[in-house]
């Protein structure tokens, strides 16, 4: 027994049929190997000192006879009978489908595993084909669960194994050939300084993008105030703000928007012209699209004056106190509010800017870049709203939306006609515009007067009926005695208002009709039609 590990069963493990299991397999070995010369008593003692103190005094509460107390495999049996439980076979069948292979167990692991969970559910002579199915389903590569699919009923549990040892050797193998091939990763060349002593003095300037000595006094760009950020010491080709903003782009690698002049190929002339606003929103799979002042015609001659409103509004920032005002440009075009970005650094600190799913995009659909929104606080006169600017680097003013300036009262909306004003006839233009019907729901919110009572429509309805079909006569269905009153007035009503017709002589076709009453005590007659 030197160099040998003493057997010992641990009594305290959670799954102690198992660990038995794995003992006596142990045991077996140990006695057919280095104590196989010894007699049955002495290896009996052996696998008694084993077993432990727990094991001796289990040993005297089994009910064995002095010849079989000296016997290894009696002995083996009483415990191994002792340690299995009355395990459920439905429970165990239910386990075996869970099990799963774990991403870098190998397959030869994972076989092992369902054979031992397969022993507990008593399949009988369909062992190895749960077993193989359950390969299947709880296989990690999809390419082993494709070719195992692809096998007939021919192909066995074996078969299997050998698909699967030679798919990961493949695997290693490939691995192995790829990790041959030669790789450069990373080229680094040095230049070699033969200028002497003042070509050291050099260095590349990240202030003026410059190359000048090392004294910060040298620098051209000292004095200077960037013109994208405002900040003294740099220009703005190297700001780094502006190398901040464009990694932060919501659509990074947007080109600079032409010209509106080049849309009508006239030559913009510094000279009075008109704008037109016109703004549409249409709704995008996952993002909101916004439309902002989108057309502007260019004038070359001086005719016309150009008219443009604007408004000052209070602004309130948070930890800011004092009052804040703000001039924007009033468009009743747009969808939402815009604050260009050079108006945006101007604010004091304490707004923060978010990030939006939003797509903002002009009238020709010119997908215009935003680097998020901010949410203030504004005033006009007496009317106070909370609402959201998006912050575009553009040169135009800022911009009031259609629906900010209707919060804000500066803006009201006039129907042709105030007093009898249609909704539904303005939900169907904005619906033809927007998106298609595809819900009742939603074709009754456009049209609420179609669907409430009774009427008739205008126009003539041409009905094909199909001459093979024969025409049916329908008698009459009794009405209880207690509604023929009720029914009468209802077939005056309806006679009124030009939903059925009286006929003084035989049709082909008649049928009966079915008189109900609702619990809202509001009677109903129903035309049941049949062939």
Request: with cysteine.
């Amino acid at each position: 027994m030197t160099g040998i590990t003493v057997p010992a069963l641990d009594w305290d493990a959670e799954d102690l049929p198992t660990a038995f299991r794995r003992f006596r397999n142990y045991v077996n070995h140990v006695f057919n190997g280095p104590l196989a010369e010894q007699n049955e008593e002495a290896k009996a003692s052996y696998l008694m000192l084993w077993l432990g103190p727990v094991g001796i005094e289990l040993l005297e509460t089994f009910s064995l006879t002095e010849k079989q107390k000296k016997e290894v495999k009696c002995i083996l049996d009483r415990f191994e009978t002792h340690c299995a439980p009355k395990t459920n076979f439905r429970l165990a069948r239910s386990n075996l489908t869970k099990l799963k292979q774990h991403e870098s167990e190998s397959h030869d692991n994972f076989i092992a595993r369902l054979r031992i969970q397969a022993d507990k559910c008593k399949f009988g002579s369909s062992k190895c084909e749960r077993i193989l199915e359950q390969l299947i389903a709880g296989a990690t590569h999809e390419k082993v669960q494709e070719n195992l699919l692809a096998k007939d009923e021919k192909f066995t549990l074996d078969n299997a194994i050998d698909l699967c040892r030679t798919f990961e050797a493949n695997k290693a193998h490939m691995a192995e050939f790829v990790s041959e091939k030669p790789q450069i990763n990373a080229v680094r060349t040095s230049t070699v300084n033969r200028g002497g002593p003042q070509a050291a003095a050099q260095m590349d300037c990240s202030y003026c993008d410059r190359t000048h000595g090392y004294d910060r006094s040298q620098c051209p760009a000292r004095r200077s105030i960037c013109s994208y950020c405002g900040k003294m010491g740099h220009w703005a080709a190297v700001c780094r703000g502006k190398r901040y903003q464009n990694r932060e782009q919501s659509f990074p690698s947007v080109p600079p928007p032409p010209s509106p002049c080049e849309y009508r190929n006239v030559i913009r002339r510094p000279q009075p012209h008109r704008a037109i606003h016109e703004v549409l929103a249409t709704a995008v799979s996952d993002e909101e699209q916004l439309m902002f002042d989108s057309v502007r015609i260019c004038s070359n001659t001086t005719t016309g004056v150009r008219k443009e409103a604007f408004v000052d509004v209070h602004v309130t920032i948070p930890r800011q106190p004092g009052s804040h005002s703000m001039h924007a440009k009033i468009d009743t075009g747009a969808d939402g509010n815009i604050l260009p970005l050079r108006c945006y650094k101007m604010l004091p600190p304490g707004l923060s800017l978010q990030k939006e799913n939003i797509r903002i995009s002009a009238y020709n659909d010119y997908q215009i870049p935003h680097h998020g929104s901010v949410t203030m606080n504004i005033q006009h006169g007496s009317c106070e709203c909370v609402t959201k600017f998006y912050v575009v680097e553009t040169d135009s003013p800022i911009i009031l939306g259609l629906p900010t300036c209707e919060q804000l009262g500066v803006v009201t909306i006039h129907t042709h006609d105030a007093k009898n004003p249609a909704p539904h006839k303005m939900a169907a233009v904005t619906h033809q515009l927007n998106e298609p019907i595809r819900t009742t729901e939603y074709l009754r919110q456009l049209y609420p007067d179609c669907f409430e009572g009774l009427g008739q429509f205008n126009g003539t309805a041409h009905i094909e009926l199909d001459p093979s079909v024969r025409p049916v006569v329908h008698a009459p269905r009794k009405c209880p005695i207690h509604l023929r009153k009720d029914l009468e007035k209802e077939l005056d009503r309806m006679l009124k208002l030009g939903v059925i017709a009286k006929m003084d002589e035989p049709t082909e076709w008649v049928s009966s009709s079915r008189s109900l009453e609702k619990l809202t005590t509001h009677y109903v007659c129903v035309l049941t039609p049949k062939t």
